[in-house]
C-alpha cells in the first residue's frame, strides 16, 4: 500500500506557482517603473505594436477587464505612447495605435522584461531551466489550460498596477 506522503510534492504545487508567480510580479513591477511603465502598459503596447488590434481584442489578451483596459489606455494616451483611432478595417471599431515613441518604449520594456525572466531562471542549472519551462508549457497547454467552472470562482492573484 502506497502512502499519500510518498505521491504527493515535496511542497504544496499551489504555494510554489503562487509564491514564484508573486515574487516574479513583483520584480517585473519594479523594473518596469523605472521607465514609467506597469506590466500592464507593457503588454498593450507589444501587442498593439503587432498588428491593429482593437481594445477589446487586446483586453483579452492581456487578462484585462473593460475598466482596467480603459484606465491602461488612458495612462497610454497620456504618456503620449498611444492613442485610440478608428480602424482601418472596420471604421465602427476603435483600435489602439502605438506611437513612434510608443514603439521605441515598447522596445525597451520588453528588454526590460526579457531580462527580468531571464534573471528569473539564472540560478538554475541549464538542464533544469529547459525543464522547468518545458513542464509549465505541458501544463498551460495541457491540463490547466483551462480554468475549471465553479458556483464560488476562484479570486485571481491581484496584478500589480
Known amino acids: 500500500m502506497t502512502s499519500m506522503a510518498a505521491t504527493q510534492p515535496s511542497k504544496d504545487l499551489s504555494y510554489l506557482l503562487d509564491h514564484t508567480s508573486h515574487v516574479l510580479r513583483t520584480r517585473m513591477s519594479a523594473a518596469l517603473a523605472e521607465i514609467g511603465m506597469t506590466a500592464r502598459m507593457h503588454c498593450v503596447l507589444v501587442h498593439a505594436v503587432e498588428e491593429e488590434r482593437t481594445q477589446a481584442q487586446l483586453a483579452e489578451i492581456g487578462d484585462m477587464d473593460k475598466t482596467t483596459m480603459v484606465v491602461t489606455v488612458d495612462a497610454l494616451e497620456k504618456a503620449g505612447l498611444a ?25 525597451q520594456s520588453q528588454k526590460i ?44 492573484a491581484r496584478q500589480s498596477k
Do not use: C, F, Y
Not at 478595417?89 to 510608443?102: H, K, L, N, P
Not at 534573471?119 to 522547468?132: C, G, H, Q, T, Y
Open 83 to 107: 492613442e485610440r483611432r478608428p480602424s482601418s478595417q472596420d471604421r465602427r471599431a476603435r483600435i489602439i495605435a502605438v506611437t513612434e515613441e510608443g514603439a521605441r518604449v515598447a522596445v
Open 113 to 156: 522584461v526579457d531580462g527580468v525572466h531571464n534573471d528569473a531562471v539564472a540560478s538554475l542549472p541549464e538542464a533544469d531551466r529547459k525543464a522547468l519551462l518545458h513542464a509549465l508549457n505541458l501544463l498551460v497547454e495541457g491540463h490547466l489550460a483551462t480554468p475549471a467552472e465553479s458556483p464560488r470562482p476562484a479570486r485571481r
